[in-house]
């Protein structure tokens, strides 16, 4: 590399360790552009606030890789009959930066170029130029931390950042700088060169740059730690997830979706226990399944690996060599809009309560699967009036009923019918409604031949008939990438 003055040994070395990792998951028909002098705006902002200010010579610029899937040669970009075909063929970029032995920064990669993407996860649209053209790519943002300006919990804060950014226009993208500058306010030490961010001061972070951020411990919430971490990955939320082994090593990364659930881990479900309700369940012969519980490996952002790692919740360091196999997921920090305050844990207790306790409880002998999620009731909408199976009264009155921002959605299925992407049975609560007596959450519940209102002036449940025939599950919320 003579762009960063590294010599050929070290070259080869850093390709192999860092660089070639990546390349081994991309396809073999992938080609590359590679453009020097490139300036990368996350690494100058590190550049001017402290590479600088040091002894050896730092470079200003970057390198940046673009891949394609697909053919390609220079002279397409100059023939403008070829660009239609070049942003179809176009997967994304890698940033390398000449801060030695950590070279690997800002990367957005589509996961059509993997290997192997059979999988859902969180992307956004990113916008970029290659050789003079404009170009798009979805993916989700990445980089390696430098371990001076950015470790791994400043770098998991910046990929969140630039995520919804690049989504939603009510946030910034974020620069280290920034970060550095909000949490000196809180810290009582000096913030460069980084020592890592603890739990709350990562979430005092979120909460500064505009989110409700709340977080979830595994000692407090035990058994249901994990399906509360499943529910916020299906509901689109790229989460923090902090990771030890009790000792030497603590970690953060990001869980951005998970593998495709297949029929042979619906089969191996367990039914859901809750000790609340579990008196119930048993005297009615009432078996309830969890979509949250099936087994299966989620996609991880890690700054230490290549773009969408994959691991179980058990062992989300399995990739590491043998001193990180101990660690264990402690805790995770959920970004989510200041106007949601039903969270996951009480969102999924008033639905078992309401379920089994409620005006219209289930059944006796009945079997149902739940698949619990957040979603705006704007992409809510706009897939239920698409969706040609949802019975057409219900769909209506979906579409017609005020909403807030956003809502929790519980489809109620069965093994057999969630195999097929089905269900038959739908509840809706209010997102911004934390009081959960008295039913004030409940928009909508139409399940068991039954449609239940709750009218806010009177205070009172309506239920009358409704035929419910099965209908498709919603599945916006993370993309899908196998082609």
């Not at 993997?114 to 980089?143: D, E, I, Q, R, W």
């Not at 005020?402 to 093994?415: C, G, L, V």
């Not at 002036?457 to 599950?473: A, C, D, E, H, W």
Request: include cysteine; glycine fraction near 4%.
């Amino acid at each position: 590399m003579d762009e960063f003055n590294i010599n050929e040994i070290n070259s080869k070395n850093l390709f192999k360790q860092y660089v070639k990792p990546s390349f081994d998951n991309f396809k073999d028909e992938t080609y590359i552009l590679a453009e020097t002098e490139y300036v990368d705006k996350v690494y100058r902002d590190s550049y001017y606030h402290y590479y600088s200010s040091k002894l050896p010579d730092y470079k200003r610029n970057c390198i940046r890789l673009s891949f394609f899937e697909g053919k390609i040669s220079d002279t397409d970009f100059r023939d403008k009959n070829k660009y239609k075909k070049l942003q179809q063929k176009y997967r994304g970029f890698i940033v390398l930066r000449p801060t030695d032995p950590f070279i690997i920064g800002r990367s957005v990669i589509s996961p059509l170029l993997l290997k192997n993407n059979n999988f859902t996860a969180c992307v956004s649209k990113f916008h970029t130029t290659v050789y003079g053209l404009k170009f798009t790519v979805k993916g989700f943002p990445h980089s390696s931390q430098d371990t001076e300006t950015i470790s791994c919990a400043e770098t998991s804060l910046w990929a969140i950042m630039e995520y919804f950014s690049n989504k939603y226009s009510d946030y910034q993208p974020l620069l280290p700088s920034k970060i550095t500058n909000t949490l000196r306010q809180m810290s009582s030490e000096r913030q460069i060169p980084s020592k890592g961010l603890s739990i709350s001061e990562m979430s005092y972070a979120l909460k500064e740059f505009g989110f409700g951020a709340r977080i979830y411990s595994k000692r407090e919430y035990g058994k249901e730690f994990e399906g509360l971490l499943s529910c916020y990955v299906e509901s689109g939320i790229p989460i923090i997830v902090t990771v030890d082994d009790e000792e030497n090593i603590a970690h953060a990364l990001l869980a951005i979706g998970h593998t495709k659930v297949e029929n042979s881990k619906i089969d191996a479900m367990w039914p859901h226990i809750n000790s609340s309700i579990e008196h119930i369940l048993q005297s009615k012969n009432i078996k309830i399944y969890d979509f949250d519980t099936i087994n299966k490996d989620f996609i991880f952002i890690d700054d230490n690996q290549p773009s969408y790692q994959r691991a179980s919740l058990n062992e989300p360091t399995i990739h590491y060599s043998a001193e990180w196999h101990k660690c264990k997921i402690t805790h995770f920090i959920v970004p989510l809009y200041t106007k949601i305050y039903l969270e996951a844990y009480e969102a999924k207790n008033y639905i078992l309560e309401f379920l089994t306790t409620g005006p219209e409880p289930l059944i006796d002998n009945s079997t149902v699967l739940l698949r619990t999620f957040l979603a705006s009731s704007r992409s809510f909408k706009h897939e239920i009036s698409k969706n040609e199976t949802i019975q057409d009264d219900l769909k209506s009155l979906i579409i017609e009923s005020a909403m807030p921002k956003f809502i929790w959605i519980t489809e109620i299925s069965s093994k057999e019918l969630m195999k097929n992407k089905m269900a038959n049975g739908l509840i809706i609560l209010d997102a911004t409604q934390k009081i959960i007596y008295s039913n004030k959450p409940l928009i909508i519940a139409a399940y068991q031949e039954k449609l239940i209102l709750f009218d806010e002036k009177s205070g009172i449940l309506q239920s009358n008939v409704l035929t419910l025939p099965r209908f498709q599950i919603f599945e916006h919320n993370l993309n899908n990438f196998e082609i």
